[in-house]
């Protein structure tokens, strides 16, 4: 599975961005879409993740702000991000995944290159 992330950028706080993340190749091969942030100095954390099935989940920080959403039929993840602030200036990644649905476990896992976000204030 290879991932395609876009759509970052510089944006002013309080402004808006949506990331895209295209999935291509085996798709049929992962259930689980998500993105990761990590900033400078940090380690990458899940920011948001959305089943195969529609089911979504997000850290507390971005709860509100954020919404994932997945266009099955073009294979394509989108996160849309509103009421940006400094704090979430970070290179974002899309990541996908196969989670066993027997063991909760993910079984394969793809990454795609970042893309940054920079928040001013």
């Known amino acids: 599975v290879q991932l395609q992330a876009s759509g970052g950028g510089l944006v002013q706080a309080g402004g808006s961005l949506r990331l895209s993340c295209a999935a291509s190749g085996s798709t049929d091969s992962i259930n689980h879409m998500g993105w990761y942030r990590q900033a400078p100095g940090k380690q990458r954390d899940m920011v948001a993740g959305?089943?195969?099935?529609?089911?979504?989940i997000y850290v507390d920080s971005v709860k509100g702000r954020f919404t994932i959403t997945r266009d099955s039929a073009k294979n394509t993840m989108y996160l849309q991000m509103n009421s940006l602030k400094p704090e979430d200036t970070a290179v974002y990644y899309c990541h996908a995944g196969w989670i066993s649905p027997l063991t909760a476990q993910m079984l394969r896992t793809y990454w795609g290159q970042g893309t940054l976000v920079t928040v001013s204030s």
């Open positions: 959305i089943t195969s099935g529609g089911s979504t």
